[in-house]
Protein backbone atom coordinates (compact mmCIF):
# COMPACT_ATOMS: atom_id res chain seq x y z
CA UNK A 1 0.00 0.00 0.00
CA UNK A 2 1.11 3.82 -0.70
CA UNK A 3 2.06 5.92 1.72
CA UNK A 4 -0.52 8.46 -0.26
CA UNK A 5 -3.20 5.19 0.36
CA UNK A 6 -2.25 4.85 3.46
CA UNK A 7 -2.21 8.49 4.92
CA UNK A 8 -5.54 8.36 3.49
CA UNK A 9 -7.05 5.79 5.02
CA UNK A 10 -5.87 6.87 8.82
CA UNK A 11 -7.40 10.59 7.48
CA UNK A 12 -10.35 8.85 7.36
CA UNK A 13 -10.04 7.27 10.37
CA UNK A 14 -9.56 10.03 13.16
CA UNK A 15 -12.52 12.11 10.87
CA UNK A 16 -14.59 9.27 12.09
CA UNK A 17 -13.28 8.59 14.99
CA UNK A 18 -13.65 12.44 16.51
CA UNK A 19 -9.78 11.36 18.23
CA UNK A 20 -8.15 14.54 17.20
CA UNK A 21 -8.18 18.44 18.61
CA UNK A 22 -6.45 21.15 16.76
CA UNK A 23 -7.76 24.03 18.19
CA UNK A 24 -6.78 27.18 17.74
CA UNK A 25 -8.91 30.51 18.71
CA UNK A 26 -9.34 33.39 16.78
CA UNK A 27 -7.37 36.40 17.96
CA UNK A 28 -8.75 39.68 18.86
CA UNK A 29 -9.14 41.82 15.46
CA UNK A 30 -8.44 38.75 13.71
CA UNK A 31 -10.96 37.39 10.69
CA UNK A 32 -11.99 33.68 11.16
CA UNK A 33 -11.80 31.67 7.74
CA UNK A 34 -14.05 29.18 6.80
CA UNK A 35 -14.85 26.67 3.59
CA UNK A 36 -13.04 24.03 1.75
CA UNK A 37 -10.32 24.36 -1.06
CA UNK A 38 -10.45 21.38 -3.70
CA UNK A 39 -6.92 19.42 -4.00
CA UNK A 40 -6.82 17.39 -7.48
CA UNK A 41 -4.80 14.83 -5.96
CA UNK A 42 -6.09 14.35 -2.46
CA UNK A 43 -9.86 16.24 -2.83
CA UNK A 44 -11.17 18.28 0.33
CA UNK A 45 -9.54 20.74 2.51
CA UNK A 46 -11.45 22.08 5.30
CA UNK A 47 -10.50 25.15 7.04
CA UNK A 48 -12.49 25.67 10.09
CA UNK A 49 -14.68 22.62 12.02
CA UNK A 50 -17.49 25.14 12.19
CA UNK A 51 -18.00 23.70 8.71
CA UNK A 52 -18.99 20.20 9.17
CA UNK A 53 -20.52 21.52 12.65
CA UNK A 54 -17.66 19.29 15.00
CA UNK A 55 -16.02 21.74 16.60
CA UNK A 56 -17.42 19.67 19.81
CA UNK A 57 -14.95 17.25 18.93
CA UNK A 58 -12.47 18.45 16.59
CA UNK A 59 -11.88 22.11 17.35
CA UNK A 60 -9.30 23.75 14.59
CA UNK A 61 -9.58 26.39 12.15
CA UNK A 62 -7.34 29.21 10.37
CA UNK A 63 -7.56 32.79 11.17
CA UNK A 64 -6.22 35.77 9.89
CA UNK A 65 -4.44 38.75 12.00
CA UNK A 66 -6.39 41.85 11.10
CA UNK A 67 -3.02 44.50 12.13
CA UNK A 68 -0.16 42.10 10.65
CA UNK A 69 -1.99 39.96 8.04
CA UNK A 70 -0.53 36.88 9.31
CA UNK A 71 -2.19 33.35 8.97
CA UNK A 72 -2.47 31.04 12.10
CA UNK A 73 -3.66 27.90 12.78
CA UNK A 74 -4.93 24.89 11.37
CA UNK A 75 -6.89 22.94 7.90
CA UNK A 76 -7.90 19.94 8.04
CA UNK A 77 -7.04 17.40 4.64
CA UNK A 78 -7.37 13.93 3.65
CA UNK A 79 -3.61 13.56 4.34
CA UNK A 80 -3.95 15.35 7.42
CA UNK A 81 -3.05 18.72 8.61
CA UNK A 82 -2.15 21.48 6.87
CA UNK A 83 -0.19 24.24 9.42
CA UNK A 84 -0.44 27.80 8.76
CA UNK A 85 1.38 29.15 11.87
CA UNK A 86 4.73 30.82 11.54
CA UNK A 87 6.70 28.50 14.15
CA UNK A 88 5.90 25.09 11.81
CA UNK A 89 7.33 27.23 8.34
CA UNK A 90 10.57 28.14 8.93
CA UNK A 91 12.96 26.49 6.57
CA UNK A 92 10.35 26.64 3.69
CA UNK A 93 11.95 26.58 -0.03
CA UNK A 94 11.50 30.02 -0.86
CA UNK A 95 11.45 32.85 1.23
CA UNK A 96 9.24 34.85 2.47
CA UNK A 97 8.29 31.67 4.62
CA UNK A 98 5.17 32.99 6.82
CA UNK A 99 1.49 32.94 5.08
CA UNK A 100 0.29 36.10 4.71
CA UNK A 101 -2.45 38.49 3.29
CA UNK A 102 -1.55 41.85 2.08
CA UNK A 103 -4.76 44.00 3.58
CA UNK A 104 -4.20 46.23 0.24
CA UNK A 105 -4.58 44.17 -2.48
CA UNK A 106 -5.27 40.72 -0.95
CA UNK A 107 -2.83 39.07 -2.27
CA UNK A 108 -1.79 35.79 -0.45
CA UNK A 109 2.49 34.97 0.07
CA UNK A 110 4.50 32.38 1.85
CA UNK A 111 3.74 29.02 2.35
CA UNK A 112 1.69 26.54 4.10
CA UNK A 113 2.55 23.06 5.37
CA UNK A 114 1.02 19.71 5.38
CA UNK A 115 2.43 17.56 8.25
CA UNK A 116 0.39 14.51 8.70
CA UNK A 117 -2.47 12.54 10.07
CA UNK A 118 -2.06 12.95 13.48
CA UNK A 119 -4.16 13.58 16.58
CA UNK A 120 -1.01 15.31 18.63
CA UNK A 121 -0.18 18.54 16.88
CA UNK A 122 2.94 18.68 17.85
CA UNK A 123 4.07 17.00 14.37
CA UNK A 124 3.68 19.98 12.89
CA UNK A 125 6.49 21.45 14.26
CA UNK A 126 8.95 18.76 13.88
CA UNK A 127 9.75 16.00 11.65
CA UNK A 128 6.87 14.36 8.79
CA UNK A 129 5.22 11.16 9.37
CA UNK A 130 8.15 8.37 9.12
CA UNK A 131 8.52 6.86 5.82
CA UNK A 132 6.85 9.79 3.83
CA UNK A 133 8.89 8.75 1.07
CA UNK A 134 10.88 12.46 1.26
CA UNK A 135 7.81 14.37 0.56
CA UNK A 136 8.72 17.76 2.64
CA UNK A 137 4.45 18.62 2.90
CA UNK A 138 5.14 22.89 1.31
CA UNK A 139 2.49 24.14 -0.39
CA UNK A 140 2.99 27.11 -2.07
CA UNK A 141 0.64 30.22 -1.77
CA UNK A 142 1.75 32.14 -4.63
CA UNK A 143 3.96 31.62 -7.42
CA UNK A 144 5.66 33.20 -10.62
CA UNK A 145 2.39 32.75 -12.26
CA UNK A 146 -0.18 31.31 -9.88
CA UNK A 147 -1.47 32.68 -6.51
CA UNK A 148 -3.89 33.15 -4.01
CA UNK A 149 -6.08 36.05 -3.66
CA UNK A 150 -8.55 37.41 -0.80
CA UNK A 151 -10.79 39.60 -3.36
CA UNK A 152 -13.26 42.92 -1.73
CA UNK A 153 -15.96 40.15 -0.95
CA UNK A 154 -13.70 38.42 1.40
CA UNK A 155 -13.96 35.29 -0.38
CA UNK A 156 -10.64 33.50 -1.63
CA UNK A 157 -10.07 32.33 -5.47
CA UNK A 158 -6.70 31.32 -7.29
CA UNK A 159 -4.29 27.92 -6.88
CA UNK A 160 -1.78 27.14 -4.59
CA UNK A 161 0.93 24.43 -5.32
CA UNK A 162 0.97 21.48 -3.16
CA UNK A 163 3.42 19.08 -5.15
CA UNK A 164 2.92 16.22 -6.36
CA UNK A 165 0.83 14.32 -3.10
CA UNK A 166 -1.45 18.03 -3.12
CA UNK A 167 -1.16 18.91 -6.93
CA UNK A 168 -3.06 22.37 -7.60
CA UNK A 169 -5.07 23.34 -5.05
CA UNK A 170 -7.90 25.90 -5.99
CA UNK A 171 -10.04 27.55 -3.28
CA UNK A 172 -13.13 29.35 -5.16
CA UNK A 173 -15.43 26.58 -7.26
CA UNK A 174 -19.33 26.52 -8.12
CA UNK A 175 -20.18 24.74 -5.57
CA UNK A 176 -17.37 25.32 -3.00
CA UNK A 177 -14.80 28.00 -1.45
CA UNK A 178 -13.05 29.70 1.02
CA UNK A 179 -13.83 32.55 2.62
CA UNK A 180 -12.95 35.24 5.49
CA UNK A 181 -15.39 37.07 7.95
CA UNK A 182 -15.14 39.05 11.07
CA UNK A 183 -13.32 42.86 11.24
CA UNK A 184 -10.30 41.72 9.82
CA UNK A 185 -11.53 40.47 7.20
CA UNK A 186 -11.45 43.68 5.09
CA UNK A 187 -9.17 46.04 7.18
CA UNK A 188 -8.96 49.94 6.33
CA UNK A 189 -5.99 51.94 6.88
CA UNK A 190 -5.67 55.35 6.03
CA UNK A 191 -3.18 58.23 7.40
CA UNK A 192 -3.05 62.06 6.50
CA UNK A 193 -0.27 64.79 6.34
CA UNK A 194 -0.30 68.23 5.90
CA UNK A 195 2.85 69.98 4.49
CA UNK A 196 3.59 72.53 6.22
CA UNK A 197 2.54 70.27 8.99
CA UNK A 198 1.14 71.98 12.13
CA UNK A 199 1.89 76.53 12.28
CA UNK A 200 1.75 78.27 9.37
CA UNK A 201 0.73 81.86 8.23
CA UNK A 202 -2.36 82.48 6.20
CA UNK A 203 -1.84 80.12 3.15
CA UNK A 204 -1.86 77.21 0.97
CA UNK A 205 -1.19 73.58 3.04
CA UNK A 206 -1.21 70.61 0.43
CA UNK A 207 -2.72 67.71 1.76
CA UNK A 208 -1.47 64.31 1.00
CA UNK A 209 -2.90 60.80 1.79
CA UNK A 210 -2.84 57.00 1.09
CA UNK A 211 -5.20 54.00 2.58
CA UNK A 212 -5.27 49.96 2.14
CA UNK A 213 -8.34 48.12 1.60
CA UNK A 214 -10.22 51.24 1.02
CA UNK A 215 -13.13 51.79 -1.69
CA UNK A 216 -13.50 55.37 -1.56
CA UNK A 217 -12.35 58.01 0.49
CA UNK A 218 -14.05 61.22 1.83
CA UNK A 219 -12.39 64.64 3.48
CA UNK A 220 -13.63 67.07 5.35
CA UNK A 221 -12.66 70.20 4.76
CA UNK A 222 -11.19 69.05 1.92
CA UNK A 223 -12.04 67.31 -1.37
CA UNK A 224 -11.05 63.84 -2.30
CA UNK A 225 -13.08 63.59 -5.04
CA UNK A 226 -13.65 60.26 -3.68
CA UNK A 227 -9.63 59.04 -4.57
CA UNK A 228 -8.00 56.23 -2.33
CA UNK A 229 -4.90 58.27 -2.63
CA UNK A 230 -3.91 61.64 -3.75
CA UNK A 231 -2.94 65.01 -3.01
CA UNK A 232 -4.68 68.52 -2.63
CA UNK A 233 -3.87 72.08 -1.70
CA UNK A 234 -6.04 74.51 0.13
CA UNK A 235 -6.04 77.54 1.12
CA UNK A 236 -6.35 78.84 4.51
CA UNK A 237 -7.37 81.89 6.74
CA UNK A 238 -7.79 80.25 10.20
CA UNK A 239 -6.53 77.02 12.11
CA UNK A 240 -8.05 74.16 9.98
CA UNK A 241 -8.64 70.51 11.30
CA UNK A 242 -8.54 68.23 8.08
CA UNK A 243 -10.35 64.80 8.43
CA UNK A 244 -10.03 62.01 5.59
CA UNK A 245 -12.44 59.29 6.28
CA UNK A 246 -12.24 55.75 3.86
CA UNK A 247 -14.63 53.06 3.63
CA UNK A 248 -13.90 49.75 2.41
CA UNK A 249 -16.12 46.70 2.75
CA UNK A 250 -18.22 46.62 6.48
CA UNK A 251 -14.65 48.42 7.57
CA UNK A 252 -13.97 51.86 7.59
CA UNK A 253 -10.96 53.92 8.85
CA UNK A 254 -10.72 58.17 9.87
CA UNK A 255 -7.81 60.25 10.82
CA UNK A 256 -6.85 64.21 11.16
CA UNK A 257 -4.51 66.92 11.16
CA UNK A 258 -4.96 70.77 12.19
CA UNK A 259 -2.90 73.04 10.78
CA UNK A 260 -2.63 76.26 12.92
CA UNK A 261 -2.37 79.55 11.06
CA UNK A 262 0.08 81.66 12.82
CA UNK A 263 -0.12 85.18 11.85
CA UNK A 264 -3.38 87.04 13.34
CA UNK A 265 -6.46 87.81 11.46
CA UNK A 266 -7.95 91.13 13.38
CA UNK A 267 -10.75 93.97 12.27
CA UNK A 268 -11.39 97.13 13.69
CA UNK A 269 -14.51 99.34 12.83
CA UNK A 270 -16.09 102.86 13.97
CA UNK A 271 -19.64 103.90 14.03
CA UNK A 272 -20.06 106.70 13.03
CA UNK A 273 -16.76 107.09 11.81
CA UNK A 274 -17.55 110.97 11.60
CA UNK A 275 -18.42 112.91 14.96
CA UNK A 276 -18.87 116.11 16.32
CA UNK A 277 -16.02 117.45 18.41
CA UNK A 278 -16.21 116.10 21.63
CA UNK A 279 -18.63 113.40 21.15
CA UNK A 280 -17.31 109.30 21.27
CA UNK A 281 -17.77 106.58 18.67
CA UNK A 282 -18.25 102.87 18.73
CA UNK A 283 -14.96 100.79 18.09
CA UNK A 284 -15.99 97.13 16.88
CA UNK A 285 -13.17 94.45 16.78
CA UNK A 286 -12.96 90.63 16.17
CA UNK A 287 -8.98 88.54 16.37
CA UNK A 288 -8.32 84.81 15.17
CA UNK A 289 -5.84 82.89 15.67
CA UNK A 290 -4.58 85.34 18.83
CA UNK A 291 -2.84 84.51 22.14
CA UNK A 292 -5.41 85.13 24.70
CA UNK A 293 -5.17 88.17 26.29
CA UNK A 294 -2.65 89.73 24.04
CA UNK A 295 -4.80 92.45 22.13
CA UNK A 296 -5.02 95.55 23.21
CA UNK A 297 -6.87 98.70 21.15
CA UNK A 298 -5.19 102.10 22.25
CA UNK A 299 -5.22 105.76 20.73
CA UNK A 300 -2.56 106.46 18.14
CA UNK A 301 -0.03 109.00 19.87
CA UNK A 302 -1.09 107.37 23.50
CA UNK A 303 -3.40 108.79 26.60
CA UNK A 304 -5.91 106.21 26.55
CA UNK A 305 -5.54 102.84 26.18
CA UNK A 306 -7.60 99.14 27.04
CA UNK A 307 -7.07 95.26 27.04
CA UNK A 308 -9.46 93.13 24.70
CA UNK A 309 -10.70 89.75 25.27
CA UNK A 310 -9.25 86.37 27.09
CA UNK A 311 -9.95 83.90 24.04
CA UNK A 312 -9.51 83.09 20.41
CA UNK A 313 -11.60 83.56 18.21
CA UNK A 314 -13.16 86.62 20.17
CA UNK A 315 -14.58 89.56 19.06
CA UNK A 316 -16.66 92.91 21.36
CA UNK A 317 -17.03 96.36 20.96
CA UNK A 318 -15.59 99.61 23.26
CA UNK A 319 -16.93 102.97 23.51
CA UNK A 320 -13.68 105.11 22.75
CA UNK A 321 -12.88 108.70 24.58
CA UNK A 322 -13.95 111.74 23.65
CA UNK A 323 -13.08 112.82 20.89
CA UNK A 324 -11.49 116.59 19.85
CA UNK A 325 -9.66 115.94 16.94
CA UNK A 326 -9.20 113.34 13.83
CA UNK A 327 -8.02 110.13 15.97
CA UNK A 328 -6.86 106.98 15.10
CA UNK A 329 -7.02 104.29 16.99
CA UNK A 330 -4.94 100.77 16.54
CA UNK A 331 -5.64 97.32 17.73
CA UNK A 332 -2.30 95.43 17.97
CA UNK A 333 -2.56 91.34 18.87
CA UNK A 334 -0.16 88.76 19.05
CA UNK A 335 -0.26 85.80 17.53
CA UNK A 336 -0.13 82.05 18.23
CA UNK A 337 3.16 81.75 16.60
CA UNK A 338 4.57 84.74 18.06
CA UNK A 339 4.21 86.77 15.13
CA UNK A 340 2.10 90.74 15.34
CA UNK A 341 -0.25 92.32 13.64
CA UNK A 342 -2.18 95.48 13.65
CA UNK A 343 -5.35 97.03 12.14
CA UNK A 344 -6.25 100.78 12.16
CA UNK A 345 -9.18 102.76 11.78
CA UNK A 346 -9.60 106.71 11.52
CA UNK A 347 -12.28 108.49 13.26
CA UNK A 348 -12.69 112.18 12.04
CA UNK A 349 -14.89 115.19 12.66
CA UNK A 350 -17.57 117.05 11.13
CA UNK A 351 -16.64 120.00 9.08
CA UNK A 352 -17.95 123.14 11.17
CA UNK A 353 -19.01 126.12 8.74
CA UNK A 354 -18.45 129.96 10.20
CA UNK A 355 -20.67 132.53 8.31
CA UNK A 356 -18.42 135.16 6.84
Known amino acids: ?46 FSCENSGTC ?20 WSNLGWITFNKDDLS ?10 VNAGTGALSGWARACGAFAD ?65 NAVSVSLEAIPPSLIDEGDVELTWESSGANVCNGVNFSTGGATAGSATVHILETTTFTITCDGNSASDSTDVVVAVTNPQLTLTAAPSTVQSGTTS ?21 GWSTALGNDSPDSGSVTSPSITAETTFVLSCTGLGGSSATKTVTVSLTPTFEEF
Request: charged share 10%; with cysteine; proline share 1%.
Open 91 to 100: GCPETPCQAK
Open 1 to 46: MSMLMLAIGLAAALLLSGSFTKKIEAQSGSASITGYAWSSNAGWIS
Open 121 to 185: KSVCSGALETGSGGWDGWIHLAGSAYGVTRGDDCAWDGYAWGSDNFGWIHFKGVTYGVESSGSGC
Open 56 to 75: ASSNYSVSENQGSGLLSGYA
Open 282 to 302: TLSWSATNVEGNSCILSRQGG
